[in-house]
């Protein structure tokens, strides 16, 4: 069974950068069939898609967020991380990190509980 | 970006109930909805994808169905693990984007 897990601070001053992992259990991140992603979902809100790394190392992000945001995969410790830079209050979200399938209909079959990350100073 | 309008926001309703929760595209598309249920501090969980394919280990009282704008999610008989939020995806076209969710409570 795969499992995901975000790991992070949970307080992150306004200007500063956001940094959180996301660690993989249960199968390899390396598998060529997914590509690992992340998301927010600010208090009362939908989720929203932040970005997504596959196994070669190729990138897609938010055009809303694609200035600020870096995906990253690190296939040795099975982790992949999201940083996100000068940070706002508005920022302020619960971030998952899922997988998901490269193959139609590109469905996210495993996720992370989530993290709450607050913007404050 | 496709906007996914989700309805209703909340749901009262009992166990044995059925229930139905509607997503309605901002442009039509055939297929590409999947939909995931949240409890509280869990990760979310895929029950249907391709808009009406029930995902693995979900039960065969979550179906799916719809084409073009408009998607339906329903919950033939609740039980009382049901009680949770529901939101659907679409992933005809990037970026992927959800409904606000539905929160279904107990009566």
């Known amino acids: 069974q795969v499992q995901l897990q975000e790991s992070g601070p949970g307080l992150v001053k306004p200007s500063e950068t956001l940094s959180l992992t996301c660690s993989v259990s249960?199968?390899?991140?390396?598998?060529?069939?997914?590509?690992w992603s992340w998301f927010r979902q600010p208090a009362g809100r939908g989720l929203e898609w932040i970005g997504r790394?596959?196994?070669?190392?190729?990138?897609n992000y938010n055009a809303s967020l694609k200035s600020r945001v870096t995906i990253s995969l690190d296939t040795s410790k099975n982790q992949f991380s999201l940083k996100l830079n000068s940070v706002i209050a508005a920022d302020t979200a619960v971030y998952y990190c899922?997988?998901?399938?490269?193959?139609?209909?590109?469905?996210?079959?495993?996720w992370g509980q989530g993290t709450l990350v607050t913007v404050s100073s | 970006d496709i906007q996914m309008t989700q309805s209703p926001s909340s749901l009262s309703a009992s166990a044995g109930d059925r229930v139905t929760i509607t997503c309605r595209a901002s442009q039509t598309f055939n297929g590409y909805v999947n939909w995931y249920q949240q409890k509280s501090g869990d990760a979310p969980k895929l029950l249907i994808y391709a808009a009406s394919s029930l995902y693995s280990g979900v039960p065969s009282r979550f179906s799916g169905s719809g084409s073009g704008t408009d998607f339906i999610l329903t919950i033939s008989s609740l039980q009382p693990e049901d009680f949770a939020t529901y939101f659907c995806q679409q992933s005809y076209s990037m970026p992927p984007t959800f409904g606000q969710g539905t929160k279904l409570e107990i009566k």
């Open positions: 790394i596959y196994t070669s190392g190729s990138t």
């Open positions: 249960g199968g390899s991140i390396s598998s060529g069939s997914y590509y």
């Open positions: 899922a997988r998901g399938d490269t193959r139609s209909p590109f469905y996210f079959d495993y």
